[in-house]
T-cell receptor, first 114, second 109 residues
Framework: NAGVTQTPKFQVLKTGQSMTLQCAQD?????MSWYRQDPGMGLRLIHY???????DQGEVPNGYNVSRSTTEDFPLRLLSAAPSQTSVYFC?????????????FGEGSRLTVL | SQELEQSPQSLIVQEGKNLTINCTSS?????LYWYKQKYGEGLIFLMM?????EEKSHEKITAKLDEKKQQSSLHITASQPSHAGTYLC?????????FGDGTTLTVKP
C-alpha cells in the first residue's frame, strides 16, 4: 500500500518557469490537500479538494492552481514561479466519514526557485 | 481562522528526562492531531484526540486534550535520542486543518 506519493522530491526552477507537483493516493480518499512549509513555520494550506471536480482555496492560494479530475490525483501547478515559492510542499489526503480523521501526508517535494 | 500556538518553540533535554509540549487553540477544537517530523522528512502521525478530557498514548508519548477542547499537552517520558525532531499539533477540521509552528526537540545523550 503506497499511501500518498509525491513527485518530484526535489526541483530547482528559475523565476518565471512553470511546473507541476504531482500527488497521487491509492486509499480512495475523497479529501486531498496541499500545504507548504517554510523554515521554522508550520504547515499552511494552499488548496484542497473534497472530491473529483471540486476544489477550493486555502490560506495561501495565490500563485498556485489545482484541479481534480480523478479521485486518485491532485496536482499542484505553479504557472510562473517566484522566489517566494521556495518551500517544501506536502500533499495530504483523508477519508470521509465525519471529515476529521487522520491526515495522511506524502514525503514532501522540496522546491527552490532561483 | 483557527490559530494554534505551540510552546516552547524549542527544547533541549538530557536523555532520560521527561518533557511536555503545549498546544493552545484560539477556538474550540473539533479534534487535535499530533505529528512528528524529522529534519528534511515527512510527517509521522502520532495520535488524534477528539473528546474533551481524552488521553492517548503511543509508546512513551502521551497526549491529552483538556475538557474545554482548547488546549493539548504532549508528554514524553524518559526521552531517548529517537524522540528528537519537530512536533506539530494540528486542528482537525472538515475542510481546512491548521497547524502550529512546531516544537523542535533535541535529546542529548
Amino acid at each position: 500500500n503506497a499511501g500518498v506519493t509525491q513527485t518530484p522530491k526535489f526541483q530547482v526552477l528559475k523565476t518565471g518557469q512553470s511546473m507541476t507537483l504531482q500527488c497521487a493516493q491509492d486509499m480512495n480518499h475523497e479529501y486531498m490537500s496541499w500545504y507548504r512549509q517554510d523554515p521554522g513555520m508550520g504547515l499552511r494550506l494552499i488548496h484542497y479538494s473534497v472530491g473529483a471536480g471540486i476544489t477550493d482555496q486555502g490560506e495561501v492560494p495565490n500563485g498556485y492552481n489545482v484541479s481534480r479530475s480523478t479521485t486518485e490525483d491532485f496536482p499542484l501547478r505553479l504557472l510562473s514561479a517566484a522566489p517566494s515559492q521556495t518551500s517544501v510542499y506536502f500533499c495530504a489526503s483523508r477519508g470521509t466519514g465525519g471529515g476529521t480523521g487522520e491526515l495522511f501526508f506524502g514525503e514532501g517535494s522540496r522546491l527552490t526557485v532561483l | 481562522s483557527q490559530e494554534l500556538e505551540q510552546s516552547p518553540q524549542s527544547l533541549i533535554v538530557q536523555e532520560g528526562k521527561n518533557l511536555t509540549i503545549n498546544c493552545t487553540s484560539s477556538k474550540t477544537l473539533y479534534g487535535l492531531y499530533w505529528y512528528k517530523q524529522k529534519y528534511g522528512e515527512g510527517l509521522i502521525f502520532l495520535m488524534m484526540l477528539q473528546k474533551g478530557g481524552e488521553e492517548k498514548s503511543h509508546e512513551k508519548i502521551t497526549a491529552k486534550l483538556d475538557e474545554k477542547k482548547q488546549q493539548s499537552s504532549l508528554h514524553i517520558t524518559a526521552s531517548q535520542p529517537s524522540h528528537a525532531g519537530t512536533y506539530l499539533c494540528g486542528a482537525a477540521a472538515p475542510l481546512k486543518s491548521t497547524f502550529g509552528d512546531g516544537t523542535t526537540l533535541t535529546v542529548k545523550p
